[in-house]
């Protein structure tokens, strides 16, 4: 029986598309963007991670661990990934909950199964289940098995994406969709490759197919400053979306959210302390598109 790797799935969610959701989100992702909020979604392998404010330095993980892939040292736990054997003794063991652990494959059936226990809510919200991660496409198969077993039961699909997939993915997947939620970062792809270590050209040409096939598409910005957030990639962008065929977009002002998961995971964040924008920074930013018959929302 086919499995996936999943990292969360969170149910009565309001911010991924239309009413009320549940959230699937996959382990795996090909982009690697600097400001990523979900940076435990990047690696398809199971991670530990290392919560040091409720650590009591009591070393049971040290101690249990069959494959010694955990240590102290500077008074700080330190998991070695490319030795341990993902059994998880350590973070069973902890005493202290310092330790967590992200990614856990599952079946087809038993995702649907959780989906199905709010299906009532779906249907009085115009909801439905949103694929998310990670991203969906880069576990083309299961996704298809779980995407055509949903929608026997008449759920709302949509599916939030890089569009960085090759294109006879692309193109088989996304019209099992209701919604693509489409995020678009840059207009240059050089740019574009410095943010997230892939350059944009077959992003921009799978969106471009949605949109010209009449798929449901809403192209996303996540607007991130230093990277493109000048009013001068408004511009670069407004003059995308209308060389794709796009007539709105959703402003996603850079957040926060995810930087204590840098710290539990033990890795640098580049955007660590960077403040956050929010809707009012972003009026000129959003009048560009306006002015250029783009309907741009946050």
Request: contains cysteine.
């Amino acid at each position: 029986m086919r499995k996936g790797t999943i990292f969360n799935i969170q149910k009565f969610s309001t911010n991924d598309g239309p009413g009320v959701r549940t959230t699937v989100f996959f382990k795996g992702c090909p982009l690697k963007c600097l400001w990523c909020a979900n940076p435990e979604s990047q690696s398809t392998a199971v991670q530990i991670l290392y919560d040091e404010s409720r650590c009591t330095r009591c070393q049971t993980c040290v101690q249990t661990c069959p494959e010694k892939a955990v240590s102290l040292s500077d008074n700080r736990i330190s998991i070695h990934s490319g030795k341990y054997s993902k059994c998880l003794q350590c973070v069973h063991g902890c005493p202290s909950d310092a330790l967590s652990y992200e990614g856990e494959a599952k079946t087809v059936q038993e995702i649907v199964d959780v989906c199905l226990q709010d299906k009532d809510f779906y249907e009085t919200s115009g909801g439905g289940v949103t694929i998310s991660g990670g991203e969906g496409m880069s576990q083309p198969e299961f996704l298809e098995e779980l995407v055509l077993t949903l929608k026997q039961h008449k759920i709302h699909l949509a599916i939030e994406t890089t569009g960085y997939a090759k294109p006879e993915v692309f193109q088989k997947l996304a019209p099992l969709f209701d919604l693509l939620l489409f995020d678009v970062k840059h207009y240059d792809s050089t740019r574009h490759r410095e943010g997230t270590h892939v350059r944009n050209e077959s992003i921009i040409e799978n969106l471009k197919w949605a949109i010209s096939e009449g798929i449901e598409v809403l192209p996303r910005i996540p607007v991130i400053p230093g990277f493109n957030a000048s009013l001068e990639d408004a511009l670069g962008m407004a003059a995308l979306l209308q060389q794709v065929g796009a007539s709105r977009v959703q402003l996603l002002p850079f957040h926060q959210f995810g930087e204590n998961k840098y710290h539990k995971l033990c890795q640098e964040y580049a955007y660590e302390n960077v403040a956050a924008l929010h809707e009012n920074d972003l009026t000129g930013y959003q009048q560009i598109f306006l002015e250029h018959g783009i309907d741009a929302f946050f």
